[in-house]
Each structure stands twice: as structure tokens, then as C-alpha cells.
């Protein structure tokens, strides 16, 4: 029987300070990185999408110290993703995907 995976890999930059919450003896980080992708278009000029991704993580023994993450911090994130939604206060179903992080990793720029 053929396996499915749900596995991402992402390296990339912290968008804004992140929010870190203690939760009984556990910590929990959310934050926002950003990646890149370059091509040429048409007309050979270099263009560049960049993509925002919502990461949360859970304080374990593959995590850094969350502490040490700041804005602009590089970093290396496996997991997967979730489908996620909430009603919102006009009782909206509101739909979103995020990462959940199982590996980071502070990586230095080149």
C-alpha cells in the first residue's frame, strides 16, 4: 500500500519578533518566515515572490531556544501542514493553513 506524507521544509527569515506563551511546562512559539523564489520573466529580468508562511512550534529537544529568535533570525524549519478554521465575530467560518514545526534549527547567513 503506497504511503502519503505531509512533510515541509522551509528555510527562510523571521518576519517580526515572535509570540512566545508558556502553556503548564512547555513553551510555544508563533511566528512568520518569509522565502524566496527567483526567476526570469518574459523579457529575461530577474524577479523575486516572496511567500509568508505561519509557523508554530512547541519547546522539545529538536528546538532551539526560543529566546534567541528575533526578527530577521534565519532559519531552518521541518514539518507539516495544517488545515486550519475558527467562526470569526461576524460568524464567518474563516479558513488558514500554517506549519507545525517538529524540527528548527538557527541557521548564520552566507
Known sequence: MDRSVNRLELRGYVG????????GDRKVINLSIATNEHYLDKEGKQCEITT?????????EKMPNFDSIKKGTLLAVTGKIRNNKYVNADNEEVKYNDVLAVRMEIEKPM
Open 16 to 23: 517580526r519578533d515572535p509570540r512566545v506563551r508558556e502553556l
Open 52 to 60: 509568508w508562511h505561519k509557523v508554530e512550534a512547541w519547546s522539545g
